[in-house]
Nanobody, 118 residues
């Protein structure tokens, strides 16, 4: 499975960006898709994740500003980022987690850079 992310860029504080990530393989019976980010000198952290049925979870730092969504027919996950702050600057990685019984597999995209500057 390959994940192709796009949509990063440069934006001023208060601006918006939309990230997209498409998975190469179609259909997973049960899966989560989502986004993580890693800022310079920091560990990778969860930003948002969404399940097959549309239930989503967010990091506290992005609640109310970011919205994760997915198109199951196109195996694509999106991250709409509004009211961006300099602290949102990071490399954003899309993630696909597939489940099989009690085990799971993680797949990662190549990362897309988001820079929020004033």
């Amino acid at each position: 499975v390959q994940l192709q992310a796009s949509g990063g860029g440069l934006v001023q504080p208060g601006g918006s960006l939309r990230l997209s990530c498409a998975a190469s393989r179609s259909r997973f019976s049960i899966s989560n898709m989502g986004w993580y980010r890693q800022a310079p000198g920091k560990q990778r952290e969860l930003v948002a994740v969404i399940g097959n049925g549309g239930n989503a979870n967010y990091a506290d730092s992005v609640k109310g500003r970011f919205t994760v969504s997915r198109d199951n027919a196109k195996n694509t996950v999106f991250l709409q980022m509004n009211s961006l702050k300099p602290d949102d600057t990071a490399v954003y990685y899309c993630n696909l987690r597939t489940f099989s019984g009690s085990s799971y597999n993680d797949y990662w995209g190549q990362g897309t850079v988001v820079t929020v500057f004033s």
